[in-house]
T-cell receptor
Framework: AQSVSQHNHHVILSEAASLELGCNYS??????LFWYVQYPGQHLQLLLK??????LVKGIKGFEAEFIKSKFSFNLRKPSVQWSDTAEYFC?????????????FGQGTELSVKP | NAGVMQNPRHLVRRRGQEARLRCSPM?????VYWYRQLPEEGLKFMVY????????ESGMPKERFSAEFPKEGPSILRIQQVVRGDSAAYFC????????????FGSGTRLTVV
């Protein structure tokens, strides 16, 4: 069965530190990839997405992610985190051609940024 | 243009009662998706509906759970005879067409069963 794995459950960083959150998926076909962020008490917001083309995608708030097809990975990065980045981050995958629209989510990574 | 609207935001039910969660998709969207987020877990797909049709209910528990998206009105996720394990956040999303390109989520309904 298709699955998405996020390596870190909880990451704690100081402000200005660099961030990298890992995401791997298990599906051999073509996929669309997403990172969502959920701030405390709020709904999911789309950070960035990859459909095709340049494997390095830039999203909102200074986030970027790199799709490495050979590694089935889509890691999220930010060069310098801020206290306001404290949130939970979810990686998600959709099979291309899956017109049912089902997203498979990872279990999430909670990011705590210390001021 | 309002986003995906879910209500109520918080719902408390005693064990054995029914819970009805509502989702109004974005204007012009006829495809609705329901996800459940259990504590300490990611979102799990439950069901995908188009107007008056259930397209994919592979993530729905076999008993007590049902969903509908009538021609008029919001989509409803109904949980009958709730149990403590149903306590979770339930998120709805919508899209204008069938898509593999993601969609917009609502703010969710947090169900607590006491």
């Amino acid at each position: 069965a298709q699955s998405v794995s996020q390596h870190n459950h909880h990451v704690i960083l100081s402000e200005a530190a660099s961030l990298e959150l890992g995401c791997n998926y298990s599906y051999g076909g073509t996929v669309n990839l997403f990172w969502y962020v959920q701030y405390p008490g709020q709904h999911l917001q789309l950070l960035l997405k990859y459909f095709s083309g340049d494997p390095l995608v830039k999203g909102i708030k200074g986030f970027e992610a790199e799709f490495i097809k050979s590694k089935f990975s889509f890691n999220l990065r930010k060069p310098s985190v801020q206290w306001s980045d404290t949130a939970e981050y979810f990686c998600a995958v959709a099979r291309v051609g899956n017109q049912g629209g089902k997203l498979i989510f990872g279990q999430g990574t909670e990011l705590s940024v210390k001021p | 243009n309002a986003g995906v609207m879910q209500n109520p935001r918080h719902l408390v039910r005693r064990r054995g009662q029914e819970a009805r969660l509502r989702c109004s998709p974005m204007k012009g969207h006829s495809h609705v998706y329901w996800y459940r987020q259990l504590p300490e877990e990611g979102l799990k797909f439950m069901v995908y509906l188009q107007k008056e049709n259930i397209i994919d209910e592979s993530g729905m528990p076999k008993e007590r759970f049902s969903a509908e998206f009538p021609k008029e009105g919001p989509s409803i996720l109904r949980i009958q005879q709730v149990v403590r394990g149903d306590s979770a956040a339930y998120f709805c999303a919508s899209s204008p067409t069938a898509t593999d390109r993601g969609y917009t989520f609502g703010s969710g309904t947090r169900l607590t069963v006491v």
